[in-house]
Each structure stands twice: as structure tokens, then as C-alpha cells.
């Protein structure tokens, strides 16, 4: 039996989805929102934690990379375990998962097959790369911005302040303003607000 954690913050698709695998005789299957994930990976058995890529802009995808597969104890290879649905024109969420080592993708526009297949191959310890995200994998190696910079980033595109970034993410402000000012430079900005504009408008974000 295969034991999946989905994570989604939407609920009609995270009940779809979860619906969806749970008719699968190998696979069973729990879902969960972003803020209940961090709890549910530290206790729950997994084999393959599902992850939608848009979470990301609040819940780290390192923290849920580090996942574990045999509850207590952790594996090497946790990260590996993870396998993320990415939008074709969001490079820059495709390049947050690689950076931690995620082992699958799936497109968010693929047939629901593709979701099976791809937590049967992860699951198998396979790597899994869905068909139509081959252009995205070219324009996420484009990303100029590092996993942390691209969190930092849409953090503060939803309107987190210096200060709530860094209580977020167990940083110093001084830290955060570092990060900051390295996003600027890296993607030719003038401020934070151009760099969030520029980020957008290249799908990084």
C-alpha cells in the first residue's frame, strides 16, 4: 500500500484530488491544508507527499521536503519523496522544488492519470517529470533567484512587511533586508516593488 499526504490549501480541489487517489486499491491516502502539513509530516507515515506548488509562498517547500517516510525515523532520501504540482508558467515554483530535491512533477493541467503514475514512480523511488512542464524546466534554470530569495520574494509580494517575514522564517530582519537587496540586484530592480513586478511579470513567482 502506498500512503500519500496531500497537501493543498484549496479545499474543494484538495477533496477532489484526495478523492481521486483514494479510488486507487494501492494507495491510501491523507490531505491536509499548508497550515496543518508541518504537524501532520512530523507524525504521519508516508510513502509520497503531494505537494501544490502554490503553498509554497507560505509554508517553505524545505520544511516539507524534510517529510518522513517511515514516521520516527528520517530517511536520506526524504526529499526525494516529493513530488509537486507546478503550473507551466510558474518556473520560478518549479525551481524552489528542485533546489530542495523534490523527485516529481506533475503539470496542474494534466489528466488525472498523470497524478497516479507519478506517486507510483516517486513512491519507487523513480524520478517523475511530467511531459508538458519540459519548456518550464528550460525557464527555471533562467530563475536567477535562489530557493530562500524566491520565498523571501512572495512573501512580500502578499504584503508581509521586513518584519513578519523574518518572524516567519526564523530570520533576522537584517537578514531579510540582505535578501532583499540581493533580489533587487540579481533582477535589475529599482526597489522591492519593481522586483515583484519584474518577478511576476517572468512567471518566478
Not at 89 to 98: I, M, Q, V, Y
Not at 129 to 135: I, K, Q, S
Not at 153 to 173: D, P
Request: with cysteine; aromatic share 2%.
Amino acid at each position: 500500500m502506498i500512503r500519500v499526504l496531500l497537501v493543498h490549501d484549496v479545499r474543494i480541489l484538495r477533496c477532489a484530488l484526495a478523492a481521486l487517489v483514494g479510488r486507487e486499491p494501492d494507495m491510501a491516502i491523507e490531505a491536509a491544508p499548508a497550515k496543518d502539513a508541518m504537524r501532520l509530516v512530523r507524525t504521519l507515515t508516508a510513502d509520497v507527499c503531494v505537494v501544490d506548488a502554490d503553498v509554497t509562498k507560505r509554508s517553505p517547500l524545505d520544511e516539507l521536503a524534510g517529510f518522513s517516510r517511515t514516521g520516527a525515523a528520517r530517511t536520506a532520501d526524504a526529499a526525494q519523496r516529493l513530488l509537486v504540482l507546478v503550473s507551466q508558467h510558474c518556473p520560478g515554483a518549479l525551481r524552489r522544488a528542485l533546489d530542495v530535491g523534490a523527485r516529481g512533477f506533475v503539470c496542474k493541467d494534466a489528466l488525472p492519470e498523470q497524478l497516479v503514475t507519478g506517486i507510483r514512480r516517486v513512491a519507487a523511488g523513480e524520478r517523475f517529470v511530467d511531459n508538458a512542464l519540459a519548456g518550464t524546466f528550460l525557464r527555471a534554470s533562467e530563475v536567477p533567484l535562489s530557493e530562500r530569495e524566491l520565498t523571501v520574494l512572495s512573501a512580500a509580494a502578499e504584503g508581509a512587511s521586513v518584519g513578519e517575514i523574518a518572524r516567519h522564517l526564523g530570520l533576522s530582519t537584517g537578514t531579510v533586508r540582505n535578501y532583499m537587496s540581493a533580489i533587487t540586484r540579481k533582477t535589475g530592480a529599482r526597489n522591492r516593488v519593481d522586483a515583484i513586478r519584474i518577478s511576476q511579470g517572468a512567471g518566478w513567482l
